[in-house]
Antibody
Framework: QITLKESGPTLVKPTQTLTLTCTFS??????????VGWIRQPPGEALEWLAL???????RYSPSLKSRLTITKDTSKNQVVLTMTNMDPVDTATYFC?????????????????WGQGTLVTVSS | DIVMTQSPDSLAVSLGERATINCKSS????????????LAWYQQKPGQPPKLLIY???TRESGVPDRFSGSGSGTDFTLTISSLQAEDVAVYYC?????????FGQGTKLEIK
């Protein structure tokens, strides 16, 4: 059974850097095809994909946020860390991490299942 | 970036009736080499994370009731709930995974009439 859980600060000040950790179990990011993504959701709004890291350390970022985002993995701890610099009140959202899934011998596809419960981050002075 | 547009934004359907949600991508998400549509559907209930319903546009995830079905190809896709149950009240999202960034639609809120 795959599970993921997000952790990090619930409140950050504008201009600060946010660091979120996704701790997972049930798979390893040393296994070919595996990946973990980050998605956020402002209160009452839609989902926004942020970043994805693969088992081979390949990384993908949302172009609109790429300059502010860094995604890394620690395979020994089964963790993925997302940092977002220069936080602003508009970045207030629930941040989810999710397991990347694919299918076939070539492991094609990048849908997400399951998801963590999410962590609400508020940006306010 | 591929933009995903869902319609309608909200929908009220009577119990036992059919619910249909549409999703349109700004460019085709059909990958010619494997003839697969790179599209997924999720269900999100209040206070919960999204739950995967369908991938490859029409493959139902294990454990998802068969009243949920996905169809479409290229740029136009549909999620259909054949007989609405009370537990289906939720917001539904489509997401493409054709190429990064893997964008979501704006969501469709489904309620009981």
């Amino acid at each position: 059974q795959i599970t993921l859980k997000e952790s990090g600060p619930t409140l950050v000040k504008p201009t600060q850097t946010l660091t979120l950790t996704c701790t997972f179990s049930g798979f390893s990011l040393t296994t070919s095809g595996e990946g973990v993504g980050w998605i956020r959701q402002p209160p009452g709004e839609a989902l926004e994909w942020l970043a994805l890291i693969y088992w081979d350390d390949d990384k993908r970022y949302s172009p609109s946020l790429k300059s502010r985002l860094t995604i890394t993995k620690d395979t020994s701890k089964n963790q993925v860390v997302l940092t977002m610099t220069n936080m602003d009140p508009v970045d207030t959202a629930t941040y989810f991490c999710a397991h990347r899934r694919c299918s076939g011998n070539s492991c094609r596809g990048n849908w997400f299942d399951p998801w963590g419960q999410g962590t609400l981050v508020t940006v306010s002075s | 970036d591929i933009v995903m547009t869902q319609s309608p934004d909200s929908l009220a359907v009577s119990l036992g009736e059919r619910a249909t949600i549409n999703c349109k991508s700004s460019q085709s998400v059909l990958y010619s080499s494997n003839n697969k549509n790179y599209l997924a559907w999720y269900q999100q209930k209040p206070g919960q994370p999204p739950k995967l319903l369908i991938y490859w546009a029409s493959t139902r995830e294990s454990g998802v009731p068969d009243r949920f079905s996905g169809s479409g190809s290229g740029t136009d896709f549909t999620l259909t709930i054949s007989s609405l149950q009370a537990e289906d009240v939720a917001v539904y999202y489509c997401q493409h995974y054709y190429t990064s960034p893997y964008t979501f639609g704006q969501g469709t809120k489904l309620e009981i009439k």
